[in-house]
């Protein structure tokens, strides 16, 4: 594995105010009264203006009404920074997340990780990066689906992670070591999702990934 550092061409969808998007006050009766809880994964399709235009489950939390929930608030209230392409023309883009839902006043348990797009073996992991090692990338998608431009994200731009403060130093330096190889791996495989306008005509976007790098064995190791 080459290691390499790769210059910023795109940017996904930034939330505003995530946090904001969901109170207590949505938290479905009857699954109050039957203390249900879980984690909803969801992708919504974000407008060029920061707006959200559709929303599906990609991960259910095992209770229909907090799935629909989750949808409907993140429609409702979720607001973002548009993402950019490599002009830095706002465009529509993809955009990841999760809402934890727990029995207010309870504690919460930790919520399960998020599936990551890709994983790749290494033989040994770089001097000074935790295994295994989480990289988020955004990229640009044309219109015949073709995927360029990959550049990795932050942690204060990668949401689904959890983080949306300002990344350590440690996140720093993961993304200039391992950024550009999640790139030249996940580019290899990738397998853009294709967007279509209200009319039903393909339009370029801004989609998001994330790739978990762990070591194995040098056997197993590809």
Not at 72 to 83: D, I, L, S, Y
Not at 150 to 170: F, I, Y
Not at 197 to 214: E, K, P
Request: proline residues 7%.
């Amino acid at each position: 594995m080459v290691w390499g550092v790769i210059v910023a061409a795109v940017s996904g969808a930034i939330p505003i105010n995530p946090i904001e998007w969901v109170n207590s006050w949505d938290y479905p009766e009857l699954a109050l009264r039957e203390h249900r809880s879980g984690s909803t994964e969801y992708t919504l399709v974000v407008s060029s203006g920061g707006r959200p235009q559709a929303c599906e489950v990609t991960e259910s939390s095992g209770s229909g009404d907090l799935d629909m929930v989750t949808c409907a608030v993140a429609m409702r209230r979720g607001n973002f920074e548009p993402a950019r392409n490599a002009q830095g023309s706002t465009i529509v883009s993809l955009f990841h997340g999760r809402i934890n839902w727990s029995i207010p006043g309870t504690r919460s348990s930790q919520p399960r990780p998020m599936k990551p797009d890709m994983e790749v073996s290494i033989a040994r992991m770089p001097s000074g990066i935790d295994d295994p090692a989480t990289i988020s990338v955004a990229f640009a998608v044309d219109e015949n689906g073709r995927a360029s431009d990959c550049t990795p994200v932050e942690a204060k731009l990668a949401p689904w992670r959890g983080a949306l403060g300002k990344p350590d130093s440690s996140e720093t330096a993961k993304i200039k070591v391992l950024g550009a190889a999640a790139c030249r791996e996940f580019m290899k495989q990738v397998v853009a999702r294709q967007l279509l306008d209200q009319q039903g005509r393909a339009v370029s976007s801004v989609q998001t990934a994330m790739i978990r790098f762990s070591v194995k064995p040098p056997a197993e190791a590809r």
